[in-house]
T-cell receptor
């Protein structure tokens, strides 16, 4: 039973390039979340998606960042025109469909470490 | 605005003793709390959770206590083992869009021999 998969594990980009981070949720999970961890800080929520829908993007920077979770394939976090301040670890988490008032647990992938030169 | 706080950045405990990690929160709408363990260069690993309708949840060596009136929770690890050495994050959800997690800044636990 594979866990949450993320690729690439490491990504180096020059300023102004685009970064694409991919996340495949655990089998049976239909909810995907993206978090960012800056050095020496905790994880900060970015966006919550279900298949073909963005549910909550309150943590996403207003510009250059976008996310999608298509009907088929992995979820993609896209960062356009990267800047040095985008250097961070980006974690994806997934959870199963919610049932009633039950609180689902989020399970995390290994992360993608983005370095912007 | 740090809604979840872990005020101890590090903790050192001897093997076999109890480790107690603390977490405070300010948002009274939080109703679900989780602890994750994280090794360097890996993603957070879920340890244990507690709903606000409970005040204690136990799973093997790990116990989480919740004091809603004080807005405080703690993770107890008994007995501590060297493999427990990692960064521990407290997280909370609830209020508004209930599914996103708000994390503390983490406590680095070192279990010494």
């Amino acid at each position: 039973n594979a866990g949450v998969m993320q690729n690439p594990r490491h990504l180096v980009r020059r300023r102004g390039q685009e970064a694409r981070l991919r996340c495949s949720p655990m089998k049976g999970h239909s909810h995907v979340y993206w978090y960012r961890q800056l050095p020496e800080e905790g994880l900060k929520f970015m966006v919550y998606l279900q298949k073909e829908n963005i549910i909550d993007e309150s943590g996403m920077p207003k510009e250059r960042f976008s996310a999608e979770f298509p009907k088929e394939g992995p979820s993609i976090l896209r960062i356009q025109q990267v800047v040095r301040g985008d250097s961070a670890a980006y974690f994806c988490a997934s959870s199963p469909p919610r049932t009633g008032g039950y609180k689902e647990t989020q399970y995390f992938g290994p992360g993608t470490r983005l370095l912007v030169l | 605005d740090q809604q979840v706080k872990q005020n101890s950045p590090s903790l050192s405990v001897q093997e076999g003793r109890i480790s107690i990690l603390n977490c405070d929160y300010t948002n009274s709408m939080f109703d679900y709390f989780l602890w994750y363990k994280k090794y360097p260069a890996e993603g957070p690993t879920f340890l244990i959770s507690i709903s606000s309708i409970k005040d204690k949840n136990e799973d093997g060596r790990f116990t989480v206590f919740l004091n809603k009136s004080a807005k405080h929770l703690s993770l107890h690890i008994v007995p501590s083992q060297p493999g427990d050495s990692a960064v521990y994050f407290c997280a909370a959800s609830g209020g508004g869009t209930a599914s996103k997690l708000t994390f503390g800044t983490g406590t680095r636990l070192q279990v010494t021999l």
